[in-house]
């Protein structure tokens, strides 16, 4: 019911409750602190009772598990019931990158790209930025461009995430900042596998970029569960 070691999120006030059937949430007894690990509580509902489920809520989430089933509730973050969400790539590759502007000389540039890890994430950006529903997640990228000995990273036109069924996703990025780039990929939270494409044509801080019709494909993975 909770986010995983290192995954960063908003921090509010929470509540931990039991909800009978359809119930309004009933907060547990007074006098109880879990702030010591678990607590063991006896609470008595209706013999006719089809479920009970306990309600944590911090801010605006909130995360439900029953307590008959041991199931969560199917509209928790589908993301923290995942017990692997990184996984390394080690990848790198050259290739050349055409830079242009008004006024200067066009110029090709050797390049590498290196991407060396990818993750699953439900907060992003110094913004707490959130998928659009509970069942996605975004793909987060640990990459670089290294163009000519200049590390940095184009925007988001220049990459797409291609999945098995041949959904093609586009990139967003998760920097605020105008001169920081932060590449991720909205996907299911079931996400175990995808093709990364980099390459294109377009500008960047008023210079044009141009892979020359080059476009690195880079095979991504993480293990299911």
Same mark, same amino acid.
């Given at each position: 019911?909770? @986010? ?19 119930? +309004?949430?009933?907060?547990?007894? +007074?006098?109880? +602190? *879990? ?8 609470? =008595? ?6 479920? $009970? =489920? &306990? /309600?944590?809520?911090?801010? @605006? ?13 199917? %509209? ?23 830079? @242009? ?11 590498? *790209? =290196? $991407?060396?890890?990818?993750? &699953? ?17 975004? &793909?987060?990228?640990?990459? $670089? *461009? !290294? ?16 999945? #098995?069924?041949?959904? /093609?996703?586009?990139?967003? !990025?998760?920097?605020?900042? #105008?001169?920081?780039? %932060? ?15 980099? %390459?294109? /044509?377009?500008?960047? !801080?008023?210079?044009?970029? +141009?892979? &020359?019709?080059?476009?690195? =494909? $880079? ?7």
């Amino acid at each position: 019911l909770v @986010s995983g070691a290192g995954e960063i999120g908003p921090i509010a006030e929470f509540s931990v409750a039991v909800q009978v059937d359809d119930d +309004d949430p009933s907060p547990l007894p +007074d006098g109880t +602190d *879990l702030s010591g690990g678990p607590a063991t509580l006896a609470i =008595s509902v209706p013999e006719d009772t089809e479920d $009970v =489920s &306990l /309600v944590v809520t911090e801010g @605006s989430l909130v995360q439900r598990l029953s307590l008959i089933t041991g199931e969560p509730d199917p %509209g928790n973050i589908a993301l923290w019931q995942r017990a692997n969400r990184n996984q390394v790539v080690g990848f790198s590759q050259g290739l050349t990158i055409r830079e @242009s502007a008004p006024g200067f000389i066009t110029e090709d540039f050797p390049t590498t *790209l =290196s $991407v060396s890890e990818v993750g &699953l994430s439900y907060f992003q950006g110094p913004d707490n930025l959130t998928p659009s529903a509970p069942s996605q997640v975004f &793909l987060v990228l640990d990459t $670089v *461009l !290294d163009i000519d000995g200049q590390l940095g990273l184009l925007p988001p036109p220049f990459w797409t995430l291609t999945l #098995p069924d041949g959904t /093609v996703v586009p990139a967003g !990025d998760f920097r605020a900042e #105008p001169d920081l780039i %932060g590449i991720f990929f909205e996907v299911p939270a079931s996400f175990t596998e995808g093709t990364l494409a980099f %390459g294109g /044509v377009g500008p960047n !801080d008023g210079v044009t970029f +141009d892979t &020359l019709g080059t476009f690195v =494909s $880079v095979p991504l993975a993480i293990p299911e569960g």
